[in-house]
């Protein structure tokens, strides 16, 4: 593409935050502490977690950078930044999450392939941009459109970006047309991340959102859309993020018996504790997150300090001094919501944490349940263990 370059070697990659918890760093794969999720609903640029599958792309010719629009249409196209910008810019809140995300609790069962993520691969932010349907419809794609006339039924975004995934070549993933031409899907091609340019890391100049699904989804660093007859062949649709059940092994799983993953599923964490925390009193606060995928809202969070032998309901919220409602028009349906509670626990105590979506979707009890060996979508009920104790002081 021109006005891009891919570095060969990691020598040139972006600063990035030191309080990031790197869990690979060629490439660089990294996220921030739990208690920093919290500290904010809109997710800071610079603790927002990084998923990179090889080094990051340069572009330095924002003048010359063109993304293309190919396939099964009547009129293909190249558009310039200055095209895309031309377009009526949308704020969409929405919440990113890896797939793999709380993977190392899943590993803890079986082990598992794959970057061996905390609970804090997932952030929240204002992505700014085109929506998609309106650039389809520049190439003569209406509104609410499931098939062009030459048969697309995917819309397929390739990015600059190489990975050895895909023998060297560029990583891809794709949606259905239908999803990619509803207004209500907000999909974006975003050049903004909270009201600022996006950086390197999270896909400068352009990108792809597509709120409620997993992140594989939302190409970085864009380079062309392909309109498809058929989802996008490329390895992490086909042999990547997809849900098998624990019997599947690596000896006998079969790709082609799954469909890529989409939606994710309900989802909470607590973070503001660690796995084991001692505490000085009995007086703990429990803080954390809950969002589901398809923009499903968040119906209820339950809290217990009893290992889920008994259960309180605790207040969620996501902008101050707004009620939260999960389907209310009011509340950002593909961002996530915080919750919060004040409680005293005997001297040990394990803290469970579980959401409800409005679909009356809950999470599972046990992850030895949904174990499965990419180590994905570990929704299971957050479990943290807390200790109080007294420090031993010593007379002079």
């Known amino acids: 593409m021109p006005g891009v370059r891919g570095p060969a070697v990691y020598s040139q990659e972006p600063p990035r935050h030191p309080c990031l918890k790197i869990n690979s760093k060629e490439p660089f794969n990294a996220e921030p502490p739990r208690s920093a999720l919290i500290s904010s609903y809109v997710t800071p640029v610079e603790l927002f977690y990084k998923r990179n599958h090889g080094p990051i792309p340069i572009v330095d010719d924002i003048e010359r950078y063109r993304v293309s629009i190919i396939g099964l249409i009547e009129n293909p196209k190249e558009l310039s930044m200055a095209d895309i910008r031309k377009l009526p810019k949308y704020n969409v809140p929405a919440t990113l999450q890896c797939a793999g995300n709380r993977r190392t609790a899943m590993s803890k069962v079986k082990t598992v392939k794959g970057v061996g993520w905390d609970v804090s691969a997932i952030g929240n932010a204002v992505w700014g941009g085109a929506r998609l349907v309106d650039v389809l419809e520049?190439?003569?794609?209406?509104?609410?459109?499931?098939?062009?006339?030459?048969?697309?039924?995917?819309?397929?975004?390739?990015?600059?970006?190489?990975?050895?995934?895909?023998?060297?070549?560029?990583?891809?993933?794709?949606?259905?047309?239908?999803?990619?031409?509803?207004?209500?899907?907000?999909?974006?091609?975003?050049?903004?991340?909270?009201?600022?340019?996006?950086?390197?890391?999270?896909?400068?100049?352009?990108?792809?959102?597509?709120?409620?699904?997993?992140?594989?989804?939302?190409?970085?660093?864009?380079?062309?859309?392909?309109?498809?007859?058929?989802?996008?062949?490329?390895?992490?649709?086909?042999?990547?993020?997809?849900?098998?059940?624990?019997?599947?092994?690596?000896?006998?799983?079969?790709?082609?018996?799954?469909?890529?993953?989409?939606?994710?599923?309900?989802?909470?964490?607590?973070?503001?504790?660690?796995?084991?925390?001692?505490?000085?009193?009995?007086?703990?606060?429990?803080?954390?997150?809950?969002?589901?995928?398809?923009?499903?809202?968040?119906?209820?969070?339950?809290?217990?300090?009893?290992?889920?032998?008994?259960?309180?309901?605790?207040?969620?919220?996501q902008k101050p001094n707004v009620p939260y409602v999960a389907d209310d028009m009011n509340s950002d349906k593909w961002a996530w919501v915080f919750f919060k509670a004040e409680v005293d626990i005997p001297q040990n105590a394990e803290i469970v944490a579980k959401a409800v979506d409005i679909a009356a979707n809950v999470q599972p009890e046990d992850v030895a349940d949904i174990w499965n060996l990419r180590g994905i979508l570990n929704t299971s009920w957050h479990r943290v263990r807390v200790r109080v104790g007294y420090s031993n002081l010593t007379q002079n």
């Open 138 to 317: 520049l190439v003569g794609i209406p509104k609410l459109t499931a098939t062009t006339p030459s048969g697309g039924k995917h819309v397929e975004f390739t990015s600059v970006d190489k990975c050895k995934e895909e023998n060297g070549g560029p990583y891809k993933a794709s949606i259905p047309l239908k999803q990619a031409t509803s207004p209500e899907a907000d999909v974006l091609l975003a050049y903004e991340m909270n009201g600022e340019a996006l950086n390197r890391d999270h896909g400068y100049p352009l990108r792809v959102i597509v709120p409620g699904v997993i992140g594989a989804r939302s190409v970085k660093w864009l380079d062309s859309i392909d309109i498809t007859a058929e989802e996008c062949q490329g390895f992490f649709m086909q042999r990547d993020y997809k849900m098998f059940p624990p019997s599947v092994n690596w000896e006998n799983i079969n790709w082609a018996s799954r469909r890529p993953q989409m939606d994710f599923p309900v989802q909470s964490a607590i973070c503001s504790l660690e796995d084991v925390d001692m505490v000085k009193d009995g007086k703990v606060t429990v803080a954390g997150y809950a969002v589901s995928g398809g923009g499903r809202g968040i119906e209820r969070v339950d809290l217990s300090i009893d290992g889920g032998k008994t259960w309180v309901e605790v207040a969620r919220y």
